[in-house]
């Protein structure tokens, strides 16, 4: 009690300094937390919380062995958060440069607010990519759901346009110089194209995966996303989500994913106007 008394002391000799220190620490730990929600970093969290816990009860029951093993991990620990949380970092440090002061933007950044995804936006991804399925058109298409893509849309060219199947079909036509890379899509705009992602190096992988698959599952081990790919050799379809690839038989799977992922839909609940606009264009439905 005589510690918060004090402390309750201290804060009202100096109340405007204390309250602006709170203030700062308040929202340093609020942008902690929205850079890591949504990301593997989460993940990285929840770990390190079962690692301290772990360590107190075995303290606590005076498990001696498992107790002095955790205490003298916790010596590298340090060490280890700035490795686990390299990415994070670095995009927190670049957060800064974007910081605003009234109309000053020191540096550009893209528009991550939160918006529902349209049902039109669906069906525009769909045909889309039964089109370029049909023509064994290779295509990386990233969809963000939690954590904002700013860092990888940075690294491709801006487009800032609403989501059709016709511009898709044309960012990866292969006279395009957009083609070779990826699409990323926040809400119903697609924001930048020819964007480079993150490769997998998971041992689960088969020899015959290529480049463009590990690319999509790469960014879905990272962030909150899901990454729809077509591969060029065959022209199939696949997605990637939080770390599992998994190849689908037609765009009619394709639009349940997608309606139940993004819009929180149930199977089959695309109106038939829209499945007939899909068939229209090539698509399987």
């Known amino acids: 009690m005589n510690d ?17 220190d709170i203030l700062i620490v308040t929202y340093i730990l609020y942008r902690l937390f929205m850079l890591i929600r949504g990301s593997r970093a989460w993940r990285i969290v929840l770990g390190i919380a079962g690692f301290v816990l772990l360590l107190f009860i075995s303290g606590k029951l005076e498990l001696l062995a498992l107790n002095w093993l955790l205490d ?11 490795i686990l949380f390299l990415p994070e970092l670095r995009q927190a440090i670049e957060g800064l440069g974007r910081l605003r002061f ?16 349209e049902a039109r936006t669906v069906e525009e991804i769909v045909a889309g990519v039964a089109e370029l399925a049909s023509e064994s058109t290779g295509a990386l298409i990233v969809i963000e759901r939690g954590a904002p893509l700013d860092e990888i849309a940075g690294n491709g060219v801006m487009v800032n346009a609403t989501v059709s199947a016709p511009l898709l079909g044309s960012i990866f036509y292969e006279g395009n110089p957009l083609h070779d890379g990826a699409a990323i899509i926040r809400g119903d705009k697609i924001i930048a194209a020819a964007c480079r992602l993150p490769l997998s190096d998971s041992n689960r992988l088969s020899q015959n995966v290529h480049m463009r698959h590990r690319a999509g599952l790469g960014v879905s081990e990272q962030l909150d996303c ?7 050799e065959r022209g199939t379809i696949s997605y990637a989500k939080e770390g599992r ?3 689908l038989t037609n765009a009619h799977e394709l639009r349940d994913f997608l309606n139940r992922e993004l819009r ?3 199977l089959g609940q695309a ?5 007939r606009r899909i068939i229209r264009r090539g698509g399987e439905a």
């Not at 003298?72 to 700035?82: C, S």
């Not at 109106?271 to 499945?275: G, H």
């Open 226 to 232: 899901i990454a729809i790919i077509v591969s060029e």
């Open 264 to 266: 929180g839909e149930g």
């Open 271 to 275: 109106t038939d106007r829209t499945r």
């Open 102 to 117: 009234g109309k000053l933007q020191i540096a550009p950044k893209f528009n991550n607010a939160a918006t529902k995804t």
């Open 4 to 20: 918060l008394e004090q402390a309750i002391t201290e804060f009202n000799k100096q109340p405007l300094r204390n309250a602006v």
């Open 245 to 247: 690839l998994r190849k």
């Open 72 to 82: 003298k991990a916790t010596i590298l620990g340090p060490v280890a958060l700035v």
